[in-house]
């Protein structure tokens, strides 16, 4: 019996697959495509936090050497200033969802996750100690928890009875990457009935573009001929479209589901939320629940956890999450050229002229300015740790170093050897260090230096030190479990 199976091997799937094999956890995939190459740039690249995210594991340099950096978020017609946020990533990074799926594998398949293609996952029943799936070829599994990350038509989260809630869809868009026999052209078009656009790829040969349709399109995957039309209505020509490398039909509809967690299964990624991609949240959602689900499920199943961990993880994403997709609907609203629209597009980028909500813009759409709610306290509490830079006993190390392996880290900054936290030496990772020069958070501006700060694997802040060690037993044993009963 696997400890974890995951339905899906998209970015969510992927990543969350990398930190259970972190914790040493058992976790296979399971995949319906036959193959990791069927989405084209569906997803074109993802922004700071997520770019962050890889870089506390090690892996970012593989993500930066294919893709592209750029300084492209903005909402309405205002630009906003991502690189003057305090990150060592204060870009967004270009990159195709099937490069980023490759990239992920790699790492993953050097974690030896087995991912199984071709099987198609078409229920489940649990019980207390278990989960059976059952697959489309008559077979059956048996795994200790089920996670599903196959996207917004979740098997999964139908077969777990999760209500799946939100704006019900009013446009709908055809994206593409075709061949032409027609010069096209580049860039993007408004009109009263939404966006368009389109870009020559790098073979020269092939274009990638986005149509809204006329009207509101079916729910299946379209055809040539669906392309064909909707082209037709806006460019009066379809280019003598022909050998399509993949299609797909998107819509503004915007979903989350209800609970994040039905017993021993749990849902991630599009599986958990659906929303346009306008803004290119997709991806970064997706793998900020891996990372935040991961070393919860990996420490129950080790024991060192209750189930209750388990809960924290719709707790704190769901309301992250929730903000994001207001935001994203926010901005679908103004991809119309009409003049209402045109006037609110105006409107806002005249109120982005002043820096406050610009940086408070900026600080969601990169994702750098997410906390969990962990309670009063100092303003890094729940928020993610700074890559600073530190002198330790073992040479100059960055903060992100030192949670390449996915384990709690506690940073001692104050006078070594000063907190007590043997109970919790066997699963937490101590390091004295020191750390000169300001401390600045996204949005919250400069903060006070703390004397310790404990940091989650996810990155996150559960505690921080002000010369005391007042709050550290509870926070560990809140996150680690209990204290050992030897200690050292």
Do not use: C
């Amino acid at each position: 019996m696997n400890e974890v199976t995951i339905v899906g091997s998209g970015p969510t799937g992927l990543m969350l697959a990398g930190e259970l094999a972190l914790a040493g956890i058992e976790v296979e995939i399971l995949e319906r495509r036959s193959t990791s190459n069927l989405l084209g740039t569906r997803a074109r690249g993802f922004h700071s936090r997520t770019i962050e995210i890889f870089d506390q594991r090690g892996i970012v340099d593989r993500f930066l050497a294919e893709g592209q950096t750029a300084q492209v978020l903005g909402f309405a017609n205002a630009r906003l200033e991502v690189d003057k946020l305090p990150s060592r990533h204060p870009y967004t990074l270009g990159l195709g969802q099937s490069h980023i799926e490759q990239i992920l594998l790699g790492w993953v398949e050097e974690l030896d996750v087995p991912v199984r293609r071709g099987v198609e996952v078409t229920g489940f029943a649990q019980d207390d100690a278990g989960v059976d799936v059952h697959l489309a070829d008559g077979e059956a599994l048996r795994t200790a928890y089920l996670v599903g990350a196959d996207g917004g038509r979740s098997v999964v989260r139908t077969t777990a009875g999760i209500d799946f809630v939100g704006a019900e869809a009013t446009r709908s868009h055809l994206i593409a990457e075709v061949e032409v026999t027609e010069e096209t052209p580049t860039g993007i078009r408004l009109d009263e009935v939404g966006i368009h656009a389109m870009n020559v790829m790098e073979d020269g040969k092939t274009v990638g573009m986005v149509v809204t349709e006329q009207q509101l399109g079916s729910g299946v995957d379209p055809s040539l001929a669906d392309l064909s039309e909707a082209l037709k209505a806006v460019y009066d020509t379809d280019f003598g479209i022909h050998d399509p490398r993949w299609m797909s039909r998107f819509t503004d509809a915007t979903r989350q589901a209800t609970a994040y967690r039905r017993g021993r299964v749990l849902i991630a990624g599009d599986a958990a939320h659906v929303h346009p991609p306008t803004g290119g949240q997709g991806i970064g959602l997706g793998v900020q629940d891996a990372v935040n689900l991961g070393w919860k499920l990996a420490q129950v199943i080790r024991g060192v956890s209750p189930d209750g961990l388990l809960d924290t993880y719709q707790a704190e994403r769901h309301p992250a999450t929730a903000r994001v997709l207001k935001n994203v609907m926010a901005q679908a609203m103004l991809q119309r050229g009409d003049a209402r629209t045109d006037a609110m597009r105006d409107t806002i980028t005249d109120l982005l002229s002043f820096e406050g909500p610009r940086a408070q813009l900026a600080g969601l759409l990169s994702g750098l300015d997410v906390r969990y709610d962990l309670g009063e306290g100092h303003p890094l509490l729940g928020r993610r740790m700074p890559d600073l830079e530190l002198s330790t006993t073992e040479g100059p190390q960055r903060v992100f170093d030192l949670l390449h392996d996915a384990r709690p880290l506690l940073l001692d900054l104050g006078e070594p050897g000063s907190i007590d936290f043997a109970p919790w030496s066997d699963r937490v990772r101590h390091v004295d260090a020191e750390r000169t020069g300001p401390w600045e958070l996204p949005v919250v501006g400069a903060v006070t230096a703390p004397t310790a700060v404990l940091i989650r694997p996810d990155g996150h802040v559960a505690w921080v030190g002000d010369g005391t060690q007042t709050g550290l037993r509870e926070a560990l044993t809140t996150w680690f479990g209990q204290p050992a009963d030897d200690v050292a």
